[in-house]
């Protein structure tokens, strides 16, 4: 009886010992591996890098117009390739970025000057696709303009994904990546202005709903996932928040995820039955 007692110590003892020894050295090999702090730019590279990118300049809005435009005449004509083009020009995705570190780094004027700035460069994309569409002479809604009025969880899936890799790109110390360009392609934010802009157009009120959510979707979720990732990064706060404040913004968003995400759960399980009908 005492030998088996004993043996069993002996194995217990061994266990513990390779989880404190053994393990050890794994898990700070994964930490190292998976680390995003390790070749992080500096804290005052990232916030120049992230706020020049949002600025609304005559540039920027020249480039915007120009990729509404094309995007337009893709869904219009039902380009894939000409879509693409469109979406990697498209300057929207700065913006939301410089939203997203004026929210984390808890300065209140920056956020508002630069959802603005958002606020203005989504209206004017959505005013020139309803020009477009007013005045194309194609007024049938192709597959690429119908694909953007049925967001599921899946777009919300990818709008994660997307915002993670596009933040952790831009805060590389070595910028020179294809990050950004295969984010913008991922989560789509001009396409979904121009149905919207199709839509009023042809006053289709459905579609307009539709591809607003998406939108929605994308936007919300390139925010919420770049915004992990800053307060993962330690970005210097222009103000500390309280316990109190803490507890309400984090409620705050817990609230908002919801509010966002169970639409397109909704529509995934209406989809799947359908199919499966």
Known sequence: MHKTENKTAAATGMLRRLREDGFEPVKQTLRRIFSITEDAAAHE???????????V??????????AIVIASV????????????????????GSILAIAYGSVSNNAPLVRR????????????????VIYFALTPIKTATAQLIARTQPTFFDVLIAIA??????????????A????????????LMPPLCTCGYAIATHQWAMLGGAAYLFAINTYFIFFSASVVLSLLRI???QEMTAAQWKKLRRRMIRNTILIVLPSIAITIIMVLTQNA
Do not use: W, Y
């Not at 630069?114 to 696709?129: D, E, M, N, R, Y």
């Open 45 to 55: 590279e990232i916030r120049e890098r992230l706020l020049s990118g949002g600025k």
């Open 57 to 66: 300049t005559g540039t920027n809005m020249c480039v915007m117009i120009c």
């Open 74 to 93: 893709g869904l219009n004509t039902d380009s894939v390739a000409v879509i693409i083009g469109a979406m990697l020009i498209s300057p929207l995705m």
């Open 114 to 129: 630069h959802a603005i700035g958002f606020a203005f460069q989504i209206v004017i994309s959505v005013l020139t696709a």
């Open 162 to 175: 997307g915002g993670i890799a596009g933040i952790i790109g831009q805060t590389r110390k070595d910028k």
């Open 177 to 188: 990546n294809n990050i950004i360009l295969g984010v913008a392609i991922a989560t789509a």
């Open 236 to 238: 210097p706060r222009v």
